[in-house]
């Protein structure tokens, strides 16, 4: 898994933060710890956000301590699993 811990996370236009795993076995886990995070994005079409991603298995877990957090203008955050197995 990942691990974050800061004062302050942007991620924006175009940027990703991503686990993944590409064969069998659950996605990674990521674990963000920050006083602001922020997510957005200009271009809709831009994958811009936090994903949690796996191959053959469950998609890996996001868990997010903040105390504010903004998801804004088609950011995302996301579990997803390619072949079989839980988002």
């Known amino acids: 898994g990942m691990r ?3 004062d302050s996370l942007t991620v924006q236009n175009g940027a990703q933060i991503i686990t993944s ?3 069998a076995g659950t996605g990674g886990d990521l674990d963000l710890t920050a006083d602001t995070v922020l997510l957005a994005t200009r271009n ?3 994958a811009t956000g936090i994903f ?3 191959a053959v298995g469950d998609g890996g877990t996001v868990k997010i301590k903040a ?3 903004e998801v804004k203008d088609g950011a ?3 579990t997803s699993a390619r072949s079989s197995g839980k988002s």
């Open 4 to 6: 974050i811990v800061t």
């Open 21 to 23: 795993t590409f064969g």
């Open 44 to 46: 809709p079409s831009s």
């Open 52 to 54: 949690a991603r796996g």
């Open 67 to 69: 105390g504010s957090l």
């Open 76 to 78: 995302v955050i996301t």
